[in-house]
């Protein structure tokens, strides 16, 4: 909870930052909240001595088994979401035009990106992207009677979710949420960093050159064809949300700044401050230790007493 508190306080005060510097504050965030854990039982223990220490009984691993059966339900469904994606794949038709796929190529060089990126077409009306190894790219079946202009703008959008990584970072999220379902701060931060990966592609399509109106008018069309589709496959980036896209649409139309990723310090500050965090949070035990207050001779004596 105080990690989380904090991530969200930063990420608050970064308020008025380019999206991509507050999406790193809350992957951040999250890298630690995940290796959290495992770290604890690596890292002496330092007891605080809140409450009293001794072995489990019944209560807590009723507690243990309340949070385990919520965790495992919400893994499985993570797992059921890209076994459903993997079969979608598989059922699409790939994109055979050259010319979408010689545009592809070059955004995809002028992004930096080295791997592999398959496009494909689907029933779905909405441009999605999914996959880290391998990401695939997937365009409604009516793409090929898109103007230039706007499959240029779109492969922009969904290549920068490539270049980002954002699949990778947005199964972090959902990792960290199914593990921590219990804690609202997980499943806000969830909706943020979708939210925000959003944001910080719309700023790398300006920063290629995209008119701010052309752009946002793009948007709106997507939308609009989205209202009258199936819904939107989980674990899937869509390149237009109901919830979030009057905010974006703001920030595109009324943004001063085209900065569409963090400086490298910014980036290391971010890194270095979580870790930091997460080192000093992780051997921290609200519990006293089973001889809490009692003279080393007098927890030895009891030791071999009970022996």
């Known amino acids: 909870m105080l990690l989380l508190a904090l991530t969200a306080g930063l990420a608050a005060l970064c308020r008025n930052r380019p999206p991509a510097l507050r999406h790193a504050i809350w992957v951040a965030g999250l890298a630690g909240l995940v290796i959290m854990l495992p770290l604890s039982g690596l890292l002496p223990r330092l007891h605080l001595g809140l409450v ?12 243990l088994l309340a949070w385990l059966l919520p965790a495992s339900l919400l893994l499985l469904a993570m797992v059921r979401n ?20 010689a545009l592809a190529a070059d955004i995809a060089s002028q992004l930096g990106i080295r791997r592999s ?13 999914f996959g880290t190894l391998r990401p695939v790219i997937l365009l409604p079946f009516g793409s090929d009677q898109w103007s230039r202009e706007r499959l240029r703008m779109t492969l922009l ?29 997980a499943w806000l931060s969830l909706r943020a960093l979708g939210d925000l990966a959003e944001r910080a592609c719309d700023a790398r399509v300006l920063a290629n050159g995209a008119e701010p109106g052309a752009y946002a008018r793009l948007l709106l069309e997507t939308a609009r064809e989205a209202a009258m589709g199936r819904p939107g496959w989980r674990g899937a980036a ?39 965090v997460t080192l000093g949070l992780a051997p921290l035990r609200g519990e006293a230790p089973t001889h809490y207050g009692r003279l080393p001779a007098q927890a030895a004596s009891s030791v071999f007493s009970s022996e």
Request: no cysteine; proline share 7%; charged share 20%.
């Open 238 to 276: 869509a390149m237009t949300d109901a919830e979030n896209l009057e905010g974006r649409l703001r920030l595109i139309l009324g943004r001063a700044s085209r900065e569409d990723r963090p400086r490298p310090v910014q980036l290391a500050a971010v890194t270095a401050l979580a870790a930091l």
């Open 52 to 63: 009293a220490g001794g072995r489990a009984g019944l209560g807590p691993n009723l507690l």
């Open 82 to 101: 890209r076994i459903a994606l993997g079969r979608m794949r598989r059922s699409a038709v790939p994109v055979s035009d050259p010319a979408i796929l």
């Open 157 to 185: 959008h969904e290549l920068a979710h490539v270049a980002r990584l954002d699949a990778a970072t947005g199964g972090l999220a959902r990792f960290a949420a199914a593990f921590h379902w219990f804690n609202p701060l």
């Open 117 to 129: 990126v398959d496009l494909v077409r689907h029933a779905d009306p909405v441009p999605r992207t």
